[in-house]
Antibody, heavy 122, light 108 residues
């Protein structure tokens, strides 16, 4: 069974940093592009970032560009999201999600983790 | 920026057909995808590439496309189908992933 498990969420002050991690089991992560998607409390889904299967072409939503960095370690079957200069509006549940492709221009999410909550507040 | 527009809510009685629509200018050129999200759970892919159904998704879920509108149809709605449904596509200019605002399906 494919499983994605996020960790690293928590309470952080505005301007602070947090590093999220997503660990995969039941699949070879190096075959797939990976994404982060977030959902603010009571709100809809918002795409945050993606990275190709080989670690190339990281891409970011405008709202996080320059503050967040996505990376992956295929040997460890993990993908991380380093979040700096956090703002109150970054408060959300962060999901990692698996794209069925490793590269290419169709982007969607075949499986999702259960999410980790990030709260940015003083 | 590119937007996908969904109606906020749809209500149907059990056994009826629910239709959830999503509109976007680029939908004639880009595929649409649909996700079901039940309260407190992660989303689940129910339709991909406009009309395709992943394995394990009941046949009562179907997708269609016409011009700038895509539709998720749930035939013979069951109480367990009550959830938020999100459409998703890609902004052709930026290649950013875009979600619709979500439609809350209530089973009366």
């Amino acid at each position: 069974e494919v499983q994605l498990v996020e960790s690293g969420g928590g309470l952080v002050q505005p301007g602070g940093s947090l590093r999220l991690s997503c660990a995969a089991s039941g699949l070879t992560m190096s075959d797939y592009r990976m994404h982060w998607v977030r959902q603010a409390p009571g709100k809809g889904l918002v795409w945050v970032s993606r990275i190709n299967s080989d670690g190339s072409y990281p891409n970011y939503a405008d709202s996080v560009k320059g503050r967040f960095t996505i990376s992956r370690d295929n040997a460890k079957n993990t993908v991380d999201l380093q979040m700096n200069s956090l703002r109150a509006e970054d408060t959300a549940v962060y999901f990692c999600a698996r794209d069925p492709a490793g590269t290419g221009t169709e982007y969607y999410f075949e499986s999702w983790g259960q999410g980790t909550l990030v709260t940015v507040s003083s | 920026s590119y937007e996908l527009t969904q109606s906020p809510s749809v209500s149907v009685s059990p056994g009826q057909t629910a239709r959830i629509t999503c509109s976007g200018d680029a939908l004639p050129k880009q595929y649409a995808y649909w996700y079901q999200q039940k309260s407190g759970q992660a989303p689940v892919l129910v339709i991909y590439k406009d009309t395709e159904r992943p394995s394990g998704i009941p046949a009562r879920f179907s997708g269609s496309s016409s011009g700038t509108t895509v539709t998720l149809t749930i035939s013979g709605v069951r109480a367990e189908d009550e959830a938020d449904y999100y459409c998703q596509s890609v902004d052709s200019d930026t290649t950013y992933v875009v979600f619709g605002g979500g439609t809350k399906l209530t089973v009366l």
